[in-house]
């Protein structure tokens, strides 16, 4: 069973969880949930922290988690968080930055938009996002399968490791983007399509993308 947590509106989220899974997701209120024994809240007039005092020991199947609930219509000025071996699921929210550093869990990331500035930092668990919009995207991961679909702008930047990249970009590549890939391991497709080592596709002026898979 989940345990309810009091928790007031709050502007900046800072999240620090290396064992518990993980899950923001919208909804009318904020509210906060989890069956976490060594949990640390802390609130301060425009943010909320939430971290583990320390790593809980696991018996049998036991999961840990962390639900976070936040209103629909909330804008935050900044999203942190730091997983480890817990998944990270993140549904529904809006915020001007956001960064992630990224554990062995999977991550699943939907409709969830950044206005400002995008940080993906790790992974070796799978990373799954589906209709975001990210703004000047800088994602380093390590070992891990990216699939993403969304709208990115800015200049944007992938680098992917010794891994795989299985992009779908929602606005039309060809027109909207330029799109320029680097790769020494690994495969890169975009819209189902294999993209070659030195190859640049679209001629877009506003949105940049580059797409490096190395090892």
């Known amino acids: 069973d989940l345990n309810d947590y009091s928790v007031k509106d709050v502007d900046r989220l800072y999240l620090d969880l290396q064992a518990a899974d993980l899950e923001i997701k919208s909804g009318s209120d904020f ?3 989890s069956n976490h024994k060594y949990l640390k ?8 922290r939430i971290e583990e005092i320390k790593r809980p020991y696991k018996i049998n199947d036991d999961v840990y ?3 976070l609930t936040v209103p629909q219509s909330k804008t935050f000025d900044s999203v942190v968080i730091e997983t480890g071996a817990g998944k990270l ?6 915020t001007k930055s956001m960064k992630l550093t990224l554990g ?4 699943a990331l939907n409709n969830v938009t950044v206005t400002d ?3 993906f930092e790790g992974g070796a668990g799978e990373i799954t996002i589906t209709d975001c919009t990210f703004a000047d995207l800088d994602m380093k991961i390590g070992v891990s399968a990216c699939h993403l679909t969304a709208t990115l702008i800015g200049d944007s930047e992938i680098d992917c490791g010794v891994g795989e990249a299985d992009l779908k970009l929602i606005r039309t590549p060809q027109t909207d983007y330029s799109i320029t890939v680097k790769k020494a391991l690994g495969d890169v497709t975009l819209d ?9 596709i679209g ?9 490096g898979v190395f090892s």
């Not at 189902?192 to 640049?200: C, L, M, R, W, Y």
């Open 89 to 94: 699921v993140l549904d529904g929210f809006t």
């Open 203 to 211: 001629f877009g002026e506003n949105e940049s993308v580059f797409i």
């Open 65 to 67: 988690k962390v639900v």
């Open 192 to 200: 189902g399509q294999s993209i070659k080592n030195d190859e640049t």
């Open 117 to 119: 500035n995008t940080d």
């Open 104 to 107: 062995a869990g999977a991550v």
């Open 41 to 48: 809240v802390d609130e301060s007039s425009d943010s909320l």
């Open 31 to 33: 509210s906060l949930q």
